[in-house]
């Protein structure tokens, strides 16, 4: 579900208007990110001025530090349980993760792909209401990511699949007319 995340966040900053790049960590490494990697996205992209989180980074402390060190801003979306020894809440700029530690949100079981949806859903909301309609699109990613990362289907996420099944034959049906054309 990492990569719905990530391919959502960078479709969706895309969109709007953002200068975006997508890193891919190497998943024999693990899950998270650390040195290694913020090494990685500095010698790509030297001048990177901000790190966006998708799916991960709640309990990445070392990274986030390393982040920061190289003047980095870090914006943290994941939906993992936060462990307080080893969160990034005091380090990154913001964290955004309905499991965090005195967070309020009621649906805990959503993916980190409708984490990040639901901050671009917002975002466009009040800064690019031009945008909505593209942004709602994306939705397509987050319902996918539900799926693959076996979240529970009910409440919020039973709505989301079922967009994202509604959406994707949607753009099956428009495809498969443009071929036939």
Partial sequence: ASITS???GYAGLKELGFNVELYIPDP????????WDINC?????????????CDTGVSCLKGVKFAK???????????????AST???????????????????PMKS?????????????????????????????RVFAGIGTVSDMM??????RQLVRDAV??????FELGYQYIDM
Avoid at 47 to 52: E, G, Q, S, T
Avoid at 87 to 105: Q, S
Avoid at 110 to 138: N, S
């Fill in 69 to 83: 060190e190289n003047k980095c801003m870090v914006l943290v979306t994941d939906h993992h349980t936060e462990d």
């Fill in 166 to 171: 509604s959406v994707s034959r949607l753009l």
């Fill in 6 to 8: 990530g391919v959502l």
């Fill in 28 to 35: 024999e490494r693990g899950y998270g990110f650390d040195d």
């Fill in 110 to 138: 959503i993916c980190g792909a409708h984490v990040m949806w639901q901050c671009l859903r917002t975002y466009t909301a009040m800064y690019r209401p031009d945008k909505v309609e593209a942004i709602e699109y994306l």
């Fill in 41 to 53: 996205i500095i010698d790509r992209w030297p001048d990177v001025v901000a790190i966006l989180t």
């Fill in 152 to 157: 529970l289907l009910q409440h919020e996420n």
């Fill in 87 to 105: 969160t990034v809440r005091d380090v990154a700029d913001v964290v955004v993760d309905p499991c965090g530690i005195g967070e309020e949100y």
